[in-house]
Structures are given as C-alpha cells and as structure tokens.
C-alpha cells in the first residue's frame, strides 16, 4: 500500500526489454535503498513493481506485459525520471490517501497554466473513466495523491502546489505525454455497485 506521497525521483540507467517483460534498472539514492529487500514494493510513477535484484545502487524491476499496455512506463527511456514512493511501513504518518499501486488508465495532458505559485493541468481521458473522477474528490497522478478541480464530459483539472512542483515530475512533462491515473478505489466500488444494482432491478 501506498499514500500518494512522492519521496523522490530517480532516473531509469537501463531497460532491457524481453518478450512481454520489460526490466528496468533504477538509480536509487541511499534513502530510498536504506532496509530495502528483495520482493519489496515500491511505486514508480504510481505502478507498484516489485524489487527483482539489487546492484550496489541500482536496483532492477520487472514489467509485466499488461503494465505496459496500461500504464506510461511503456513509453520510458534510458535517463528519464520517474516519481518514487516506498511502500507504508506500520505506524507511518499517512498524509496523503491509500493507494494500491495499481493503475486504471492513462490520462493524456492536454493543457498547462503556470504562475509564479501554482500550476493548473488538464487531461483528457475516455469518458467512461469520468464516473469515478469528482470534483473535491481525488485521484493519484503519476503516484502523487492530488484533489481534483475542474471536470468535463472527459477531461479534468488538478492544481499544483510549489512543493509538489518542485518533488515530483508532474509539471516538467510535455503537453500531449500520459499521466497514470489511479482513481479512489472506495469511489469506483461504490458507483460499480450502485450501476450493478440499478441494471439488476432493470432486469427484474
């Protein structure tokens, strides 16, 4: 489990990409190395992977196929930057909000408004996924739990706040790249089951 909290970013130093796996080796600093095991999870631009060897301060990730279709890591390269988040260890402070790691869709930026202290983005999605998106409700966006703005029939806005600007890669993308977007999963159980029970008394 996750909370949307960035700890640090760190550059891919190597893809080596087999059929339907991808294995990418992380340069991680000594903070985020420090207790870090075998089988550990650690979140990279939000999608939980799990730690498949170690070498000295390199530590390698396996990626599924499926990740791949799914999620923006499919279009990293060598030397890229992505948002990190070790896992929650008990009794840590959770200032941000419970994540799984595991990502619904990709969203594509499509417009950035910048000021001296803050930064306005909007992204586009298929409609489909808007149900679970509310305005005052949140959503992690390439790992970092942020409140959402702004909706339309198929895009919406969240807002950036200096410090995330400055902790994370959010706001260094070009319009037109994929954000991974992991929805509140208690919102997509909750509007999934209404719809269920709607077209079952349908049936009836």
Same mark, same amino acid.
């Given at each position: 489990?996750?909370? *949307?909290?960035?700890?640090?970013?760190?550059?891919?130093?190597?893809?080596? /990409?087999?059929?339907?796996?991808?294995?990418? *080796?992380?340069?991680? =600093?000594?903070? &985020?190395?420090?207790?870090? %095991?075998?089988?550990?999870?650690?979140?990279?631009? *939000?999608?939980?992977?799990?730690?498949?060897?170690? =070498?000295?301060?390199?530590?390698y990730f396996d990626v599924m196929q499926e990740t791949? =279709?799914?999620?923006?890591?499919?279009?990293?390269?060598?030397? #890229?930057? &992505? =948002?990190? #988040?070790?896992?929650?260890?008990? *009794?840590?402070?959770?200032?941000?909000?419970?994540?799984?790691?595991?990502?619904?869709?990709?969203?594509?930026?499509?417009?950035?408004?910048?000021? &001296?202290?803050?930064?306005? &983005?909007?992204? #586009?999605?298929?409609?489909?996924?808007? /149900? +679970?998106?509310?305005? /005052?409700?949140?959503?992690?966006?390439?790992?970092?739990?942020?409140?959402?703005?702004?909706?339309?029939?198929?895009?919406f806005e969240v807002y950036l706040i200096p410090e995330?600007?400055?902790?994370?890669?959010?706001?260094? /993308?070009?319009?037109?790249?994929? +954000?991974?977007?992991?929805?509140?999963?208690? %919102?997509?159980?909750?509007?999934?089951t209404v719809e269920r029970v709607l077209a079952q008394?349908?049936?009836?």
């Amino acid at each position: 489990m996750f909370t *949307g909290i960035i700890q640090a970013m760190a550059p891919i130093k190597s893809i080596e /990409k087999q059929t339907g796996l991808w294995r990418f *080796g992380m340069l991680f =600093n000594e903070t &985020l190395r420090d207790s870090l %095991t075998h089988g550990a999870s650690v979140a990279h631009n *939000g999608v939980c992977l799990t730690v498949a060897a170690q =070498n000295d301060n390199i530590v390698y990730f396996d990626v599924m196929q499926e990740t791949l =279709n799914v999620t923006n890591l499919n279009q990293c390269e060598v030397g #890229e930057v &992505l =948002n990190i #988040e070790r896992a929650m260890r008990f *009794g840590d402070e959770v200032g941000g909000h419970i994540l799984s790691g595991h990502i619904a869709f990709a969203a594509k930026l499509i417009d950035r408004e910048a000021t &001296l202290t803050n930064s306005r &983005l909007r992204f #586009e999605c298929e409609q489909q996924w808007m /149900k +679970y998106i509310l305005p /005052k409700g949140f959503a992690a966006i390439d790992g970092a739990s942020l409140t959402i703005g702004k909706t339309g029939d198929n895009w919406f806005e969240v807002y950036l706040i200096p410090e995330t600007r400055t902790l994370t890669t959010l706001d260094s /993308k070009a319009i037109g790249q994929d +954000y991974n977007i992991e929805v509140d999963s208690q %919102t997509q159980a909750i509007v999934d089951t209404v719809e269920r029970v709607l077209a079952q008394k349908e049936l009836a």
